[in-house]
Every structure is written in C-alpha cells, then in structure tokens.
C-alpha cells in the first residue's frame, strides 16, 4: 500500500495532528474482524477506537456522538452488501467535513472507487482489506487521512489508469511516464520515485512535467496538490 499525501481540505486543517491522540470509530458488519481490529488498533499509542457500528445507521450515530478524527468502514454492510460503506463516506463527507474516512475493501471495485473519489480524494482512502494486516500501514493511512490527505491502495490506483487506458490523454503517455503517473498517485515523491524506478531526480522531474504537459495540469505547482488533481481527473467523467 502506498499512501498519498495532499494538502488539507478548507475546515480541516489543524482538526488533527500527530501529537494529539487520532479518535477513530470503526464499522464493519463481522463481529470478529470489528473487535479483532479494535483490540490491535487498542495497542498503538496515540490511537482511539471511540466507538463501533455494524451497519450505516449506527455509523452515522457514532458519528455524530462522539465526533471522531476519522471513520474506518468495510465497503460492504448490511442491508445489501454491496456499497454502503461508499454511500456512508458520502454522507460524512457532506454533514461532517471534519472527518476523514477510509473505505476497506475486499478486493479493487473499480466503480466504487470512481463513485468515492468523484468528489475529491482530500480527507478518503480506499484500501484492500487485507491491509488490515500491516497495522503501521494502517495507522499511517489513518494519520494521513485524518489530517487531509488521502491512503489510496496501489492496486486502486493500478485499476484507475488501466480503466482510462485506451481513452483520453493517458493513452499518449509513455510506459516509463505511466510508471511515474502511477507512483506519484499513490503518494510517493520524487526521491522515492527515483529510488523505486531506477531514475535519477533529474529525469523524474522532466517525466512529470511531460506527464502534466500531457494532462493539462501544467498549472499545478505542488507534489501534494499535483497529486490530487490526478486522481481527480481518473476520477472524472467515468463510464456508467
């Protein structure tokens, strides 16, 4: 998992820190994965399990008593099992913009990745369950998204350029540029890039020019905000 950092959202900046205690409510319909995750995310200093849902009504009840820093909810809940968890980050993010949410999920839904970020990926996260198990990655995608930023699993990310592969200007895009696309969406910076990809700064600085160039986003000056802006643009005008 990699996680991407953005610059906060008007209202929440300076909502959390990393020297303050992050207050989390959980949802997830399984009573073993909600107590098993409560009791390891128990163990890590500076983090609060406040409260605990098991559909999208007590969620937004917990919600709204105890005032969280962020919501960690399974896609999937009662009553349909299927997009609940993606319909309840909406609602949070329109009655309480205050809170991030991170959205799990059992493998890469593509349309419910989209239908997520429509909106922006300042303050969400969409990971894959298994995740669960790495919890420094974990809290670190908590943190992240608590103060603003977004935690997108490197395989969303993978699964949102492929789907625009063949359509717009991603299809003009080189292998090596589509390479930095993707590692700068999922939150890495140019020395990590450089590290990962074998490149030195210098040539991953003209591939993200040529990238943004391409995709219209020469007017983004920051990594951060860069990054924001091409997700939003993969989430943009998706298909039905």
Same mark, same amino acid.
């Given at each position: +998992? ?14 959390? =820190?990393?020297? #303050?205690? /992050? ?18 995310? *128990? ?20 919600? $709204? ?24 980050? @909406? ?7 205050? #809170?991030? #949410?991170?959205?799990? =999920? ?10 997520? /970020?429509?909106?922006?990926?300042? $303050? +969400?996260?969409? %990971?894959? @369950?298994?995740?669960?198990?790495? %919890? ?8 992240? #998204?608590?103060?603003?930023? =977004?935690?997108?699993? *490197? ?12 359509? $717009? ?10 390479? !930095? ?13 450089? @590290? ?9 600085? @003209? ?8 995709? $219209? ?9 860069? !990054? +924001?802006?091409?997700?939003?643009? /993969?989430?943009?005008? =998706?298909?039905?």
């Amino acid at each position: +998992m990699e996680v991407g950092l953005s610059t906060p959202r008007p209202g929440r900046q300076g909502h959390y =820190s990393r020297d #303050v205690t /992050l207050r989390v409510v959980f949802a997830d319909d399984n009573y073993l994965v909600r107590e098993g995750v409560t009791a390891l995310l *128990a163990e890590v200093d500076g983090i609060d399990v406040v409260a605990t849902a098991d559909d999208v009504e007590s969620l937004m009840r917990s919600v $709204g008593d105890h005032s969280p820093d962020i919501v960690l909810t399974d896609i999937r809940m009662p009553p349909t099992h299927t997009n609940e968890g993606i319909e309840a980050a @909406k609602r949070i993010r329109a009655e309480y913009p205050g #809170v991030g #949410v991170v959205v799990l =999920s059992q493998y890469v839904e593509e349309d419910y990745a989209f239908s997520l /970020l429509a909106d922006g990926v300042a $303050g +969400m996260g969409y %990971l894959l @369950k298994e995740r669960l198990t790495d %919890l420094g990655e974990l809290v670190r995608a908590l943190q992240e #998204v608590a103060r603003g930023g =977004s935690a997108l699993d *490197a395989e969303v990310v993978e699964a949102l350029l492929a789907r625009r592969n063949s359509r $717009g200007p991603l299809e003009e895009l080189t292998d090596r540029e589509r390479e !930095v696309l993707q590692a700068m969406a999922t939150g890495r910076n140019n020395a990590t890039i450089a @590290k990962t990809l074998f490149m030195s700064d210098r040539a991953v600085e @003209k591939h993200i020019g040529s990238v943004f160039q391409k995709l $219209g986003l020469v007017d983004e000056q920051e990594v951060n905000r860069r !990054v +924001m802006a091409v997700l939003a643009y /993969l989430g943009a005008n =998706s298909p039905n």
